[in-house]
């Protein structure tokens, strides 16, 4: 059974960087696939941020482009997420989530999710 | 970026119901080389991550009982539920993975009346 776990800071300073790590058990990150953060600020709807292959290919939402850094490490069978200049507005809870196939697809596993909170 | 509009807001239906939720993309996610839609549907209990329930706008993913299904093609889908359960209590999300930016709908809340 595919399980993917978050860890990371809960809180972050507003212009500081969020990092967050998603470790993946139950399947070998290289054998394929593509790996994906999604976010969801409180009592809100869901927003894709990025996905990276087990190669490092990255895609990102261009309305965030600017501000994320996804990379992988295969030897640690996990993914990461680095969220530079956050702000209030960056408060969520940050899910990862595998796609079930292609780059561009449905999230078929998902994370129990991590909230963030952006405050000083 | 694609708008997804999902319909109603929120959704009351007594248990047992049919139970139906809209989903209208701003632009055709229809592949049609493949004759395939790019839509899936997601359930989310309170507390709990998304979980995919259809993909390929009617394909039931592993698990998910029968009284799930979903409909339509193009613009315009539809979730139903055939016989609402206690535990169908949840948001409902349809998601577009047509384009290179997915986008989710706005959500549908369901509740027992």
């Known amino acids: 059974q595919v399980q993917l776990q978050e860890s990371g800071p809960g809180l972050v300073k507003p212009s500081e960087t969020l990092s967050l790590t998603c470790a993946v058990s139950?399947?070998?990150?290289?054998?394929?696939?593509?790996w994906a953060w999604i976010r969801q600020p409180p009592g809100k709807g869901l927003e894709w941020i990025g996905t990276?292959?087990?190669?490092?290919?990255?895609y990102y939402n261009p309305s965030l482009k600017s501000r994320v850094t996804m990379s992988v490490d295969t030897s640690k069978n996990q993914f990461s997420l680095n969220l530079s200049s956050v702000t209030a507005a960056d408060t969520a809870v940050y899910y990862c989530?595998?796609?079930?196939?292609?780059?561009?697809?449905?999230?078929?596993?998902w994370g129990q999710g991590t909230l963030v909170t952006v405050s000083s | 970026d694609i708008v997804m509009t999902q319909s109603p807001d929120s959704l009351a239906v007594s248990l047992g119901e049919r139970a139906t939720i809209n989903c209208k993309s701003s632009?055709?996610?229809?592949?049609?080389?493949?004759?395939?839609?790019?839509l899936a549907w997601y359930q989310q209990k309170l507390g709990q991550p998304p979980k995919l329930l259809i993909y390929?706008?009617?394909t039931r993913e592993s698990g998910v009982p029968d009284r799930f299904s979903g409909s339509g093609s193009g613009t315009d889908f539809t979730l139903t539920i055939s016989s609402l359960q206690a535990e169908d209590v949840a948001l409902y999300y349809c998601?577009?993975?047509?384009?290179?930016?997915?986008?989710f709908g706005q959500g549908t809340k369901l509740e027992i009346k």
């Open positions: 632009q055709s996610l229809l592949y049609s080389s493949i004759n395939k839609n790019y």
């Open positions: 390929w706008a009617s």
């Open positions: 139950g399947y070998s990150i290289s054998s394929g696939h593509y």
């Open positions: 990276i292959s087990h190669s490092g290919s990255t």
């Open positions: 998601q577009q993975y047509y384009s290179t930016s997915d986008t």
């Open positions: 989530a595998r796609r079930g196939i292609g780059a561009w697809g449905y999230f078929d596993y």
